[in-house]
């Protein structure tokens, strides 16, 4: 078979074109996020009906993160190789039928089974669907497809559980995973239909470094997300960190001396890719180790329902619907960084004052007001990060940045709610309301000092630079 020729760059594409691109990206987008955090509110009666232990239970959720984590480059790299369009929609297939497995799924074992192909089929979709989005519009709309598309991103984390605790109270848990089945075989048809495929550099597979990443993402992530169920200092979590550490040096290695690396150490030159990667890890830290908690908060301290908890966090969850897209636009016009380290101040400053003012009986109306600050927080960093990327590196490896970006993202958000437990875990417990607020606020005031740190590596974001034609504009 021929090598594929790289994209030369984006071509002239009607408006039509461009709608579909940004309507199949955010339709992938917004399922394999969506994944993430539906099963949450349908745990309890999985518990029931299919007679599992709790360890089991927390692999319905750890198996989809694992496989979706470990595989993120991989797919970006196959991408680049075989076709982003092509791959891109064989995710949104594999995805879709994996679905189909978990609905059927007869026992705890095959449903386990089948969230870890359902991450398989998310790897490459995450990646991919930026690339798709930066291939289809030129520089000077970018910002605000990419904001529309963090927008949808972060609709899919604010509907989780909401959409997921409908789903169960309404009809059945497994249904959670039917209705993905038609919009995943009918996106990636539409996507092999009416989207222009596109091509990376690469004219070959770099197999050892898939392998080397692959299972350093995969040590790496087990071990924080099973450190504080079975013991930082036990032998397998040590094992699995420090095997993990192994192959990441392995895998810089090998990736600095081979012809064709599926991630170029040359990324790790750039400004913008670092300062995008690390805020990326500071948001993600603190962001999904505050849901987790504060969600639970609602339902152990104040009785409320997975459906009612769900609808008391849309405030802040469903903010960068509306305010992401402004601030991708805008974002293309005076830079990300602006965005950047004032979203993540802010997100600083309500987890603070979360922290600070939390109690067993504090009234909705005295958390909404954190809820906000947060949520426009958050609304201003995600497309703006996203950018940040695009306009860092040349528009043939976007994939490759994306990829990196969003494997260091799920490691952040898996270490966050780690090391927010641990935290939680020493000064806290479910014993009491009370008990369970001493651990809390010392886990988001955690939080919020990984936020404001954040914030401060933003400031070192390149600025607005205009583009070289075929190169990176911002080192």
């Not at 955690?446 to 205009?466: F, S």
């Amino acid at each position: 078979m021929p090598a594929p020729r790289p994209s030369a760059g984006p071509v002239p594409r009607s408006s039509r074109t461009r709608a579909l691109t940004l309507g199949v990206a955010g339709i992938g987008v917004f399922m394999v996020v969506l994944d993430n955090l539906v099963v949450t509110t349908a745990l309890p009666v999985m518990r029931v009906d299919l007679g599992v232990s709790v360890t089991q239970l927390g692999w319905v959720i750890n198996a989809y993160t694992l496989a979706f984590a470990a595989l993120l480059l991989t797919g970006a790299a196959l991408g680049d190789r075989f076709g982003r369009r092509r791959v891109f929609a064989i995710g949104l297939a594999v995805f879709g039928l994996a679905s189909m497995g978990c609905a059927l799924a007869p026992d705890a074992a095959w449903l386990i089974f089948f969230r870890a192909v359902q991450g398989l089929g998310a790897a490459p979709v995450l990646p991919l669907s930026l690339t798709l989005l930066a291939d289809a519009f030129p520089p000077g709309k970018r910002g605000l497809a990419i904001g529309l598309w963090s927008g949808i991103s972060g609709l899919a984390v604010a509907a989780g559980p909401v959409v997921g605790g409908g789903i169960v109270d309404a009809l059945s848990w497994q249904w959670i995973f039917w209705v993905n089945v038609p919009i995943g075989l009918i996106g990636a048809g539409v996507a092999m239909l009416a989207l222009r495929e596109s091509h990376g550099p690469d004219t070959g597979i770099d197999i050892p470094g898939v392998v080397l990443m692959g299972l350093s993402v995969l040590g790496i992530v087990y071990g924080i997300v099973r450190g504080n169920e079975v013991g930082w200092g036990s032998v397998q979590i040590l094992t699995a960190l420090i095997g993990g550490a192994i192959m990441q040096a392995l895998f810089i290695w090998w990736e600095s001396r081979t012809t064709n690396p599926m991630l170029p150490m040359s990324l790790f030159r750039n400004r913008g890719v670092n300062v995008a990667n690390a805020a990326s890890v500071c948001l993600y830290f603190g962001l999904f180790g505050a849901v987790f908690f504060l969600a639970q908060f609602l339902q152990t301290v104040q009785g409320d329902s997975p459906l009612m908890a769900g609808a008391k966090v849309l405030p802040w969850t469903i903010m960068p619907m509306f305010i992401a897209p402004l601030a991708g636009a805008m974002s293309d016009r005076i830079g990300p960084r602006p965005f950047m380290v004032t979203g993540l101040a802010m997100m600083s400053g309500a987890f603070l004052w979360l922290g600070l003012i939390t109690e067993p009986t504090i009234t909705y109306w005295g958390l909404v007001g954190g809820f906000l600050l947060a949520g426009f927080g958050m609304s201003l960093v995600f497309a703006p990060v996203a950018n940040l990327l695009v306009m860092s590196v040349p528009l043939v490896e976007v994939g490759k940045a994306s990829g990196s970006n969003n494997t260091v993202r799920e490691v952040g958000g898996a270490l966050g709610i780690a090391v927010m437990t641990a935290i939680f875990t020493a000064s806290g417990s479910y014993a009491t309301g009370q008990a369970y607020v001493d651990g809390l606020n010392r886990a988001v005031l955690t939080g919020a000092a990984v936020l404001l740190l954040g914030a401060i590596i933003a400031l070192a974001a390149p600025p607005l630079r205009a583009p070289r034609p075929g190169s990176a504009p911002a080192r």
